[in-house]
């Protein structure tokens, strides 16, 4: 079930930006549990509060 998204999540533009750099598996290999973009936004959050 998709969450709803929060204003300060990865914008399509970042997203655009950022991927080609971060993805380095196909998006249906069985390794991956998360999207990427998700991934990336707690990435963000984690340095945004110092968590």
């Known amino acids: 079930m ?3 998204p929060y204003p300060r999540d990865v914008s399509d533009e970042e ?5 080609p750099s ?3 598996l ?3 290999d069985s390794q991956r ?3 990427l973009r998700e991934v990336l936004n707690g ?3 984690i340095v945004r509060t110092g968590g």
């Open 2 to 4: 998709p969450r709803k």
């Open 15 to 19: 997203w655009v930006f950022v991927a």
């Open 22 to 24: 971060l993805i380095v």
């Open 26 to 28: 196909t998006a249906n």
């Open 33 to 35: 549990d998360h999207s």
């Open 43 to 45: 990435w963000r959050w």
